[in-house]
């Protein structure tokens, strides 16, 4: 029933309620902490920024949930990138190795080639991806939303009991 | 009338939303340090599933704020093979954990203790979980309890005379007709080796310059101061071509030596074949388990694959303790991540703390059953990075029953500190109550009835080498063997299952050696030559038939290439030694020869200076 709810809601947002900046921003921010090992000191920022931006919060929060789903397939790439940036940069030892030093920075397992990896590979796609996130949006309403609407399944769906019950009980 | 919709706020920041978000943050923050305890708790029953293979479980953790410590309660491992039993389980482990490491998340733990270390405790619920066949990970231990299976052992089914076919030992099969082949293209190639080496030899240059100069020597007169001055000068170059025919003499001598070297090889060679052809009767004999039933197998069948699985099994435990420690690239660089948690770098840091360091903790348990061991020791040095410590993971255990009838005493020290890992485990286990234990297969399973043992070991590892013993004793103790009633009727069986039932005293030692991840364990027990009794008296008749059956084919697929072999080693080396011999015995005529010119030539010499003069003589000598 959460889900159900979850997903109405999704698709009220997504026919409507919220801009496509909106949309693609909370999306991209839930990419961001979706992409990268979910419990990092870096998520609090994440968090914060999903909390003080005007973004869609429920956006993120499915982009999270979808993107921790499909993370382990970045891994190998992200772990990569993290040994590379840790190890092959010699320039850079000397600025891990006062990270390194510096108390509770430790905690944001910055060090680890994984974390450090998939925060640089989310920062390196955010734009990219917040861009064909709000370009993608936009064509759906322009373009799709009318069709789907017009849909025989949807208009069954629209009209089933499941959905009278649900909408007659929303808060 | 519509109610007017709210314009809709744009700008990038929720500014009403600021003082909420940063009251969440401080909550997550709260939350995470409210919910520490039971994340600890739910990461290491994660963790400790994950490598041990069925569940572990944590019955609560307690975080004392104030004084830094860090209590686990009631953890529970879960015996893979047996779900509902534990392979131990710890009443309490409470570590006082350094607080300033922390701040750089680094887990140095000063001092602890683990208390109430039972063996073997019955569990609420099982603990199995479903099993994922991981790539490139080891059989488990099912698989490798498979693989030990007895290879040796093998009961012949039925009549030995009906069974055995000698018409079926193959001449591709058999290592002494290869040996045959082996040492009969060896001989001729090296027979060319040797009519080249002869050859080489060169000697006639230096008997022609000898003979020439023999009879120059002969028709010259030495008379007077001249005669003298001539003989010096013939003399000189005598000697030289002495030299040069001793030189050659030397060369023939040492290419004769080298070639006999060889003959007295091939021959050993040829001698050695007489021993693969027992070999391969041996083994022709034991394809249909006759005559040389391996008294090995059999014991290894008597004790089972199950103990050697747990000798495996002890072992892939070093191999997991290794993959915790830090690894490093050819370049020395950290190894990069094969898992999918990532690798942690380190840098150079100020203080010398690794990411985990358990300086010490003491150890304190009993063993299960009646008259338990109470044991205790210490666990020191336990280190994600051995380097950086400079000191091994040592864990020293010792404690004795009431009355001193039961001891148990481990010592192990792992030491990841230098390039290569080396363990090392000694340990003893006297007084063990050997009722009802399980052992293998022989027809019907085999179990000690009652009796007493000890078990002790020793294994020390370097890299992936592996050696050392694994000891047992059972004394007094007697054994029970099943056997179904048609085994009974089995001559072989029968008088098996007689000698287990009147052993009294079973001594078993398995030599460890080879590959850490392939180990190679040679068994050595009492029973052998118990084994070995019942076998001769059963079976000897049937086998010394079959044995000569086996040993008639075999002699008949192998010696007459076999004898063929010396006439053609005689004959190839003979041409050869002939040539040499004939050099050699030109060589020393016409040394003997010279020899006798040079001192008639000293003669005559002499004999000229002191006719024309003192003078000459000293320059003659000289």
Known sequence: ?171 | MTPATAPRKTGLIRWEAVVPGFIALAATVLLTVFFLDWAIEFAIERAGTAANGAKVDVGDVVIGWRSGSLSIRRLQITDKAKPMTNIFEVESMTFQIAVKPLLWRKFIIEKGEIKGIRTGTPRMWSGAIPQKPIPGEKPKEGAKQEAAKPAGFNLPAGDVKEKFDPSKIKVEDLASYKKVQDEKARITAAADQWEKSADAVKVDAQVDAAKALIDRIKGTSYSGAEGAKKAAADLKEAQKVQADLKKASDEVNKTKNSINAEVANAKAAIGSIDALKQQDIDASLAKFGIGSLSTEGLTRAVIGPVWFGRIETGLEWFRRIRSFMPKKDKKGKPAQASTRAGRDIPFKFRYSWPTFHLKKAGISGVTSGTNPIEYGGSLKDVTSDPVMVGRPIVLDISGSSKGGARSVSVKAVLDYTRETAREEVRFRYSGMDLAGTALGNVGGPVSIRDGRGTVSGNVETSGESVSGTVDFTGQPMSLKHEMAKDQAKQKLMAAIHDSLGGIKKMQVSIKVSGKLASPALKVKSSMDSVFKDAMNTVMKKESDAARAKATERVNGLVDGEKGKLGPLLGGKSAGALSKLGVKAGSLSSIQGQLDKVIADLKTKGASSVLKSGGGLLKGFKK
Request: glycine fraction near 6%.
């Open chain 1, 1 to 171: 029933m959460i889900a159900l709810k979850f997903l109405m809601k999704f698709i009220s947002i997504l026919n409507k309620d919220a801009s496509p900046r909106q949309i693609a921003g909370g999306m991209t921010l839930g990419f961001i902490a979706g992409i990268t090992p979910v419990i990092s000191l870096h998520n609090l920022v994440v968090l914060f920024l999903v909390i003080v931006l005007r973004v869609n919060i429920t956006s993120a929060i499915l982009a999270l949930g979808v993107f921790s789903l499909v993370s382990p397939l970045f891994d190998p790439l992200s772990s990569a990138i993290g040994y590379f940036l840790l190890t092959g940069i010699p320039a850079l030892t000397p600025f891990w190795t006062a990270l390194y030093n510096m108390p509770v920075i430790a905690w944001s397992r910055f060090n680890n080639t994984l974390t450090l990896g998939s925060l640089v590979l989310a920062i390196i796609l955010a734009w990219p991806v917040y861009m064909v996130l709000g370009w993608a949006v936009v064509s759906y309403r322009e373009k799709v939303m009318a069709r789907i609407q017009k849909w025989r399944i949807v208009t069954i769906i629209n009209s089933s009991s499941l959905v009278g019950m649900y909408r007659r009980f929303k808060p």
